[in-house]
Structures are given as structure tokens and as C-alpha cells.
T-cell receptor, first 117, second 112 residues
Framework: GAVVSQHPSWVICKSGTSVKIECRSL??????MFWYRQFPKQSLMLMAT?????????EQGVEKDKFLINHASLTLSTLTVTSAHPEDSSFYIC?????????????FGPGTRLTVL | DAKTTQPPSMDCAEGRAANLPCNHS???????VYWYRQIHSQGPQYIIH???NNETNEMASLIITEDRKSSTLILPHATLRDTAVYYC?????????????FGTGTLLAVQP
């Protein structure tokens, strides 16, 4: 199946700093990527939909100025957590849709664990 | 909001079949049933999907009732590596912007 990677796999940062997480589709072009957040023992919560070359669409309650999403190419989307605080500590997961698959299946990355001290 | 209902947890003995139920009584005619699983601290993994016919692949079988209001995911010979949270999701297929909305899922614990 199609492969999606994330970098870094984990990151620890100080409160107030910004952190960038990359999501790459390695062997396919992804016109649409999604960003999820998952707190311990909870389900995945969709944060935003990222379309290549256009602004991201954020879910209700997600601050677009805090979670900056850029989808500059068909294989790369980035999520920047600006001025991170301890409550932003979470598992961030991206997924990508392969336009080449008839049913537009979503492929998930391995996730990035963010810890804000 | 998620459109499916699943039991929060289930146990299964290693080597036996694991049958995971899902209720989706409000499913629309153009919505598919998808199953994903998430092993601890990893990204979700696609398992199988179907519209109205039963489906089988190398990982599992999907049984959908005739009225499509419920389905069952079957892992024919569960192993310890199948311990994970299993998510049943309904969505329209074929649209590039269609989102996957995850419910709470079922934590399947395969016991040795």
C-alpha cells in the first residue's frame, strides 16, 4: 500500500516555542491531506483538511492561527504548532488521499508525539 | 459526530476468530462501511471496506446485514499482534475531500 511518513516521530519543546511537523506521501501524489490530534486514551480528532495549493479547512474549535498548515506540494504538508503550551501535548497524525486509487483511500502516517514542557 | 456504535472493549483467545460488531443504523445509501485499526502509539491502518456485499481480504472479512444497519468485522485467526483499537466508520467513497470521523472504537485484547 501507499506509504505516508511523518517527521519528527517525537519532539519535546519548551512552552512558547513553535514546532513544525512534516507529513510526506512517499510513493504517491496526495492532493488532500488531513491532520488529526489524539490525546491519551481518546480517539482521533480531525483538526483540518489540507488541499494542495489552497488554504486549509479547519474543523470547528480548532484555532487556525495556532495550528498553521501548509500544503505546498503534492507530497508534503506541514503542521506548525505556534507558541506551544503544555495543553498542546498530544499525538499528531496525518493522512493522505491517493488520487490514483478509485475509492480515494486514506493512508495514515505513523504519528508525531509532541510534549511541551 | 461519529455515526457508528461499537462496544468499548472485547477479549478474544489467540487462534480463535474475533468478531467485532458495529451498528450504523442511520447509514445512507451511498455510504460505505470502513474498518481501521490502531495499534498502540501508531497511526491507523486500513483493514477493509464495503457497501452492501460481504467482503474478504487477506486481513479480515466484513459481513454487512441486508438492511445495512450493522456489520461485523471478522478476524479469522486472531494473534497477539491483532491487539488494537478497531474503528468502524461510515463515509461516502469517491470524494477526495470526504473526511474520516473516528468514534471511540473497540479495544480488542487478544489473550494468549
Amino acid at each position: 500500500g501507499a506509504v505516508v511518513s511523518q517527521h519528527p516521530s517525537w519532539v519535546i519543546c519548551k512552552s512558547g516555542t513553535s514546532v513544525k511537523i512534516e507529513c510526506r506521501s512517499l510513493d504517491f501524489q496526495a492532493t488532500t491531506m488531513f491532520w488529526y490530534r489524539q490525546f491519551p486514551k481518546q480517539s482521533l480528532m480531525l483538526m483540518a483538511t489540507s488541499n494542495e495549493g489552497s488554504k486549509a479547512t479547519y474543523e470547528q474549535g480548532v484555532e487556525k492561527d495556532k495550528f498553521l498548515i501548509n500544503h505546498a506540494s503534492l507530497t508534503l504538508s506541514t503542521l506548525t504548532v505556534t507558541s506551544a503550551h503544555p495543553e498542546d501535548s498530544s499525538f499528531y497524525i496525518c493522512s493522505a488521499i491517493s488520487s490514483g486509487v478509485s475509492y480515494n483511500e486514506q493512508f495514515f502516517g505513523p504519528g508525531t508525539r509532541l510534549t511541551v514542557l | 459526530d461519529a455515526k457508528t456504535t461499537q462496544p468499548p472493549s472485547m477479549d478474544c483467545a489467540e487462534g480463535r476468530a474475533a468478531n467485532l460488531p458495529c451498528n450504523h443504523s442511520t447509514i445512507s445509501g451511498n455510504e460505505y462501511v470502513y474498518w481501521y485499526r490502531q495499534i498502540h502509539s501508531q497511526g491507523p491502518q486500513y483493514i477493509i471496506h464495503g457497501l452492501k456485499n460481504n467482503e474478504t481480504n487477506e486481513m479480515a472479512s466484513l459481513i454487512i446485514t441486508e438492511d445495512r444497519k450493522s456489520s461485523t468485522l471478522i478476524l479469522p485467526h486472531a494473534t497477539l499482534r491483532d491487539t488494537a483499537v478497531y474503528y468502524c466508520i461510515v463515509r461516502v467513497a469517491g470524494g477526495a475531500t470526504n473526511k474520516l470521523i473516528f468514534g471511540t472504537g473497540t479495544l480488542l485484547a487478544v489473550q494468549p
